[in-house]
């Protein structure tokens, strides 16, 4: 089980909402909204997925980390170097 099922119904929501402002951007672009206008939506865009992706993380942690550490110390490693690389990846997007 996902360590986000509890909030699926949430992120699901937020996902939606995401994919309408890309489109929206898209939209913009077709019809050459000035620049600064389209950046500041890709800013908007950007920061809602970083959200989405901290939630994400924090789930992660707190149920596939901490039960992975609960089963045993090397299952808890594995999921805390998986967690770090993904923490490196976002940080580096």
């Known amino acids: 089980m996902a360590g986000y099922s509890g909030s699926k119904d949430e992120y699901l929501k937020r ?4 994919e309408g402002q890309v489109r ?5 672009v077709d019809e050459d909204t000035y ?3 389209v ?16 939630g994400l993380m924090e789930d992660h942690l707190g ?3 901490v039960d992975a550490a609960r089963s ?8 805390v170097r998986e967690a ?3 923490i490196a990846r976002l940080v580096r997007s």
Not at 15 to 18: A, D, G, Q, V, Y
Not at 24 to 28: E, F, P
């Open 35 to 37: 620049c600064i206008d």
């Open 72 to 79: 045993s110390h090397e299952e808890g490693a594995e999921k």
């Open 24 to 28: 929206g951007i898209a939209r913009m």
């Open 63 to 65: 149920h596939c980390v």
């Open 39 to 54: 950046l500041t939506q890709i800013s908007a865009v950007t920061k809602a997925l970083q959200a989405v992706s901290i």
């Open 84 to 86: 770090a690389d993904a």
């Open 15 to 18: 996902l939606r909402r995401i």
